[in-house]
């Protein structure tokens, strides 16, 4: 089983298991439209690039910082880690606390990444007449990488996404620095974890009556 299916999991039955599910479905879904538009039209970024991870802090939703927290609490299980977040919860340019110089995809959560992570340097954005176009990266040097690319509406653009990850939470909207976002989720998410593991440790699975004291 993947990551991912053990977050879902260890919450469902939860409003936050069925949230972070629905995002992964999602996650899944633009995985694939993104990786054909990639193949394409020759996109890629360079090998062993982290530049945008270096240079910048996303903004991210509570349900993309609440799957990162997850994954952070159930999977991951670094203190070091969570307390690099919590050291750059002031920080407005990066570069990401969940970078990593040493790993191949650069980031320290890459299954459970937010979207713009997963979009930048390889979407295409919309202009004012709702069609997409794409630009090359400015940190991307490959020559086989197309500078300039002009579509028509059908092509999936960046702010598709973003609308789409947005409905699957219709209460929570607004958008965090990803420090911020993630410390907030971790919080909730411990707070619930506890809860949740307090019901298994007091089940009863052969439903046979607990004593009561006389």
């Given at each position: 089983m993947d990551s991912i299916g053990e977050i879902c999991i260890a919450y469902r039955g939860t409003y936050a298991g069925e949230g972070m599910a629905s995002l992964a479905v999602l996650y899944?879904?633009?995985?694939?439209?993104?990786?054909?538009?990639?193949?394409?039209?020759?996109?890629?970024?360079?090998?062993g690039c982290?530049?945008?991870?270096?240079?910048?802090?996303?903004?991210?939703?509570?349900?993309e910082a609440r799957l990162v927290a997850a994954y952070l609490l159930l999977?991951?299980?670094d203190p070091e880690l969570i307390s690099k977040i919590f050291d750059a919860r002031k920080s407005t340019t990066g570069p990401c606390p969940l970078y990593r110089f040493d790993s191949p995809y650069h980031c320290s959560v890459y299954p459970v990444r937010p979207l713009?992570?997963?979009?930048?340097?390889?979407?295409?954005?919309?202009?004012?007449?709702g069609n997409g176009v794409f630009r090359r990266c400015r940190f991307n040097k490959e020559e086989t990488m197309p500078l300039l690319l002009n579509f028509g509406p059908e092509v999936p653009v960046m702010q598709d996404y973003a609308y789409a990850v947005r409905a699957l939470d219709s209460s929570a909207t607004e958008v965090s620095l990803l420090p911020k976002a993630i410390l907030e989720?971790?919080?909730?998410?411990?707070?619930?974890?506890?809860?949740?593991?307090?019901?298994?440790?007091?089940?009863n699975p052969d439903d046979t009556p607990n004593p009561q004291a006389s």
């Open positions: 899944d879904q633009i995985e694939e439209e993104t990786s054909r538009f990639c193949f394409k039209h020759s996109i890629a970024c360079g090998p982290g530049a945008c991870c270096e240079h910048f802090m996303p903004d991210i939703t509570a349900l999977i991951k299980k713009i992570c997963r979009l930048f340097g390889v979407c295409a954005n919309g202009d004012k007449e989720q971790l919080e909730q998410l411990s707070f619930l974890t506890t809860m949740l593991s307090g019901q298994d440790d007091n089940s």
